[in-house]
T-cell receptor
Framework: GQQVMQIPQYQHVQEGEDFTTYCNSSTTLSNIQWYKQRPGGHPVFLIQLVKSGEVKKQKRLTFQFGEAKKNSSLHITATQTTDVGTYFCAGQWDAGNNRKLIWGLGTSLGVNP | NAGVMQNPRHLVRRRGQEARLRCSPMKGHSHVYWYRQLPEEGLKFMVYLQKENIIDESGMPKERFSAEFPKEGPSILRIQQVVRGDSAAYFC????????????FGAGTRLSVL
């Protein structure tokens, strides 16, 4: 079945270091979304990527969608303690009526001050 | 515009009882999704509903679990005869009509089965 693999599962960094999480899909995606979940909280939408090779930036966060629309990455430059949380990618296959997202298992980011 | 509202926030049930979880989507949203999350784990898709219709229930166990999204009122996830393994956080999300399938999540219901 359709799967989204996300690595690494956990990462701890010193404040100021960079961080990257990667997602890979078994099949071509219609689009991919990224969400952040703070400890004890609920997932919050960050961004959606639709086009092949798309790159989007939000302040210190850079999101990429691969040329084949099968992989994606989220890069955080100079992490801060406010970046702590779990980052999920979620892929959509069906551009039609089924809007179901398939979720990666998430990357849990810890930041040491 | 109020966000996605889930209640109760915490629910304690004994084995064999029924659990009823409610989700009111954001105003104007016609798509509702239910997810289950175990501690330190990812989100597991359960069911996707659009007003009065179940679109995809491939992630929902065939027995004891059911979901509905009536024309009026909130979406309900119902778990009959709960077992300890049902203890988890259950999140509901909603999305607006249109091509941008962005999901807005509620705060979740933490179900504990004693």
């Amino acid at each position: 079945g359709q799967q989204v693999m996300q690595i690494p599962q956990y990462q701890h960094v010193q404040e100021g270091e960079d961080f990257t999480t990667y997602c890979n899909s078994s099949t071509t995606l219609s689009n991919i979304q990224w969400y952040k979940q703070r400890p004890g909280g609920h997932p919050v939408f960050l961004i959606q990527l639709v086009k092949s090779g798309e790159v989007k930036k939000q302040k210190r966060l850079t999101f990429q969608f691969g040329e084949a629309k099968k992989n994606s990455s989220l890069h955080i430059t100079a992490t801060q303690t406010t970046d702590v949380g779990t980052y999920f990618c979620a892929g959509q296959w069906d551009a039609g009526n089924n809007r179901k997202l398939i979720w990666g298992l998430g990357t849990s980011l810890g930041v040491n001050p | 515009n109020a966000g996605v509202m889930q209640n109760p926030r915490h629910l304690v049930r004994r084995r064999g009882q029924e659990a009823r979880l409610r989700c009111s989507p954001m105003k104007g949203h016609s798509h509702v999704y239910w997810y289950r999350q175990l501690p330190e784990e990812g989100l597991k898709f359960m069911v996707y509903l659009q007003k009065e219709n179940i679109i995809d229930e491939s992630g929902m166990p065939k027995e004891r679990f059911s979901a509905e999204f009536p024309k009026e009122g909130p979406s309900i996830l119902r778990i009959q005869q709960v077992v300890r393994g049902d203890s988890a956080a259950y999140f509901c999300a909603s999305s607006p009509p249109g091509p941008k399938n962005i999901q807005y999540f509620g705060a979740g219901t933490r179900l504990s089965v004693l």
